[in-house]
């Protein structure tokens, strides 16, 4: 059995890691900490885990964490890069769900995150974990940045035709919408049922956090710098992430069909167990995936122009957060990839 801790398990992305793990049938959870709940039964903070998950919060304890195989982070941004050296000294390994380790270059993150990286010398080891790009480093990787859940549908969407070289690098543009869950379980006016519900907005146009990291992975795949507009959404629903992508063809003339398209992304994906490549013509909604470890993409050529237009979506809290980091976990461990996770979406 593979032990593990949680950092910061008050949070959607920690009881959504609890939810799921619960039922992992290769895991026994050892510790999960909140400062704020340390000393009170988890089934009695979420009442939806009595009886899958009996233990009771702890204060955050190194010596505690240093004593599990894996320690997944759930916590805010600057939080894990504290206490990883610590624990890989140990000889834990790490899955951060937040960005401490998303970013390469030190500079990069204290302009976005506005601190300074306590430990940089680690982010030059630490391997991106998007399964379906670094699967054999993250096998081998002692941490793992889980990627962030706007990243991980725009760069699913973008993947294949980068990699054939069918679009031009520049232009791109990701029209992301997200449900409320993804801005966290803090108290906020913005997020708060009044403000969210039957209502629509664009948010952070000027630069999201989430673009460095897109525009890193993306060049990463391309081996070559991208030029990427992102602008996020705010939608009156709980979970899910719609990425409607847009990329110019880099031959016009091509006879590139809807059905060519299709073939491209069903060749790329036919070995990958979390990404679904929908039948022609489909237009992949955010219900069909909540709950589950999925991305379901479809792909189309509007009116035989040069423009491509792919639509992605994920649960942001499972396949954008807590079900990446497990299946991530999965092979670290070198567990068969969906252990754990082939759950079906909830409907309605």
């Known amino acids: 059995m593979i032990q593990v801790g949680i950092v910061g398990g008050t949070g959607y992305t920690g009881v959504e890691l609890l939810r799921l793990l619960a039922g992992h049938p290769d895991v026994s959870l050892q510790v999960i900490t909140s400062r704020g ?34 320690v997944f982070f759930a916590t805010p941004n600057g939080t894990a890069m504290h206490h990883t ?19 390469q270059d030190p500079t990069v993150w204290e302009k976005w995150y506005g601190m300074p990286h ?6 030059t080891e630490a391997v991106y974990g998007l399964p379906e790009v670094n699967r054999d480093a993250v096998r081998k990787a002692r941490v793992v940045a889980n990627p962030g859940c706007y990243p991980t549908a725009v760069q699913l969407g973008f993947l294949p035709l980068m990699e054939q070289g069918l679009i031009f690098f520049s232009g791109l543009v990701a029209d992301a919408k997200s449900g409320v869950s993804g801005a966290g379980r803090k108290a906020a006016l913005g997020t708060s049922l009044c403000e969210a519900s039957e209502n629509f907005n664009a948010y952070a146009v000027t630069g999201h956090r ?15 710098s991208v030029d990427l507009t992102f602008v996020p959404h705010l939608t009156p629903m709980i979970r899910g992430i719609h990425a409607t992508l847009y990329a110019r063809l880099a031959t016009p003339e091509s ?5 060519d398209l299709h073939q491209i992304f069903q060749t790329r994906y036919q070995n990958e167990p979390f990404v679904d490549v929908l039948p022609l013509g489909s237009h992949p909604a955010t219900n069909s995936v909540r709950g589950a470890n999925y991305c379901r993409i479809a792909c189309y050529r509007p009116q035989s122009e040069d ?16 079900g990446q ?13 969906k252990t754990g996770l082939d759950l079906p979406g909830l409907l309605p």
Request: with cysteine; glycine share 8%; charged share 20%.
């Open 85 to 103: 050296p610590a624990l890989l000294e140990a000889g834990c390994r790490v899955i951060d769900l937040a960005a401490d380790f998303r970013l």
């Open 307 to 322: 423009t491509l237009v792919v639509l992605s979506v994920i649960d942001n809290l499972v396949k954008g957060a807590g």
């Open 325 to 337: 980091a497990i299946q991530n976990m999965n092979i670290m461990f070198g567990l068969e990839e």
């Open 210 to 224: 989430h673009l460095p990291e897109i525009r890193q992975g993306l060049a990463a795949i391309s081996g070559q």
């Open 255 to 259: 006879p590139l069909s809807d059905e």
């Open 118 to 123: 306590a430990c940089p010398d680690i982010l």
């Open 37 to 70: 709940e340390a000393g009170n039964p988890v089934d009695r903070i979420f009442p939806n885990l009595l009886g899958h998950v009996d233990m009771v919060f702890s204060e955050p304890s190194t010596e505690a964490l240093s004593q599990c195989d894996v």
